[in-house]
């Protein structure tokens, strides 16, 4: 019988149970990598970073048909020698006039803006003054937003009678209040008619949207031909009872909601600025 040799006992492949520390290794050094990039850029000054980012842009994209160099004399350099890391910035780099002449332009509608804010202040002010020597100020409210300057007339017993388009003396002067200061600006001025929910159906006006835009546009008509404001000046809306100044649950907010308002429309819109009584 013959005798087979035994096999040798194959030893199991010894598994590494320490693997996972390379990757943990890479992950902190990568971590480490971004907090020191993150302090370091934390440590620049945000001015000198804005100037190295639109030379840097400028040398990509300069003038010269292709890319330049940030190192070579090919575009703008950043240098040592100053007090801090971005100093040396060619002042002219390619593409610096371009920004200045942005900021250069907003600079000049924020101006214009609050110019204009001023303007309208002052004849908010001017107005007032003249109806209150009338003794009319308590018929009209004010507010500057971002339309412009808005004058909110109440209708009732003032402009016009319940129901009717027809100018009550007591509207006319108030409009002869308003008049002088509207008719010496340069803005374009809307005239708009608001009523209540309250339906109307007569001959002449068979809803709210007629008596609201008849309305407008007889105080167009008296500002127009009585009192000399330019008519490419001026145009005319009705509302009807889509835009009330609160619910119409009480015969006050309805009253209040039946109003004309004429709107001194800004040229150059802003910020909404609020303005009281």
């Known amino acids: 019988m013959s005798?087979?040799?035994?096999?040798?006992h194959e030893e199991e492949e010894h598994e590494n149970h320490e693997r996972w520390l390379v990757s943990y290794a890479d992950m902190i050094t990568l971590l480490a990598a971004l907090f020191i990039v993150l302090f370091a850029m934390s440590r620049l000054?945000?001015?000198k970073f804005q100037k190295f980012a639109?030379?840097?842009?400028?040398?990509?994209?300069?003038?010269t048909g292709g890319p330049a160099s940030v190192v070579d004399g090919g575009g703008p350099k950043v240098a040592g020698g100053g007090d801090g890391f971005f100093d040396g910035i060619a002042p002219t780099a390619p593409g610096t006039k371009s920004v200045n002449d942005t900021?250069?332009?907003?600079?000049?509608q924020q101006q214009a803006a609050a110019?204009?804010?001023?303007?309208?202040q002052a004849t908010k002010q001017q107005i007032s003054n003249s109806l209150q020597q009338a003794g009319l100020l308590d018929k009209v409210k004010f507010k500057i937003d971002s339309r412009g300057l808005v004058v909110n007339i109440v209708t009732d017993d003032v402009l016009f009678d319940l129901g009717s388009a027809t100018l009550r003396p007591e509207g006319r002067a108030v409009l002869d209040g308003l008049s002088p200061a509207l008719r010496d600006l340069p803005?374009?001025?809307?005239?708009?008619?608001h009523t209540d929910n309250a339906p109307i159906n007569t001959g002449e006006f068979p809803s709210n949207w007629e008596l609201s835009?008849?309305?407008?546009?007889?105080?167009?008509?008296y500002l127009a031909d009585q009192r000399g404001l330019a008519e490419n000046r001026l145009a005319a809306a009705g509302y009807a009872d889509q835009r009330p100044l609160g619910p119409n649950d009480t015969p006050e907010n309805r009253a209040h909601n039946r109003r004309v308002e004429i709107v001194v429309i800004a040229s150059?819109?802003?910020d909404p600025i609020t303005g009281g009584k």
């Open 187 to 193: 803005n374009q001025i809307s005239i708009e008619g």
């Open 54 to 63: 639109h030379a840097l842009g400028a040398s990509f994209h300069g003038n």
């Open 213 to 221: 835009t008849t309305r407008a546009t007889t105080v167009l008509r």
């Open 103 to 108: 900021l250069q332009q907003l600079k000049q």
């Open 3 to 8: 005798h087979r040799p035994a096999k040798k």
């Open 268 to 270: 150059n819109p802003s």
């Open 45 to 47: 000054d945000n001015m």
């Open 115 to 120: 110019q204009e804010q001023q303007t309208l």
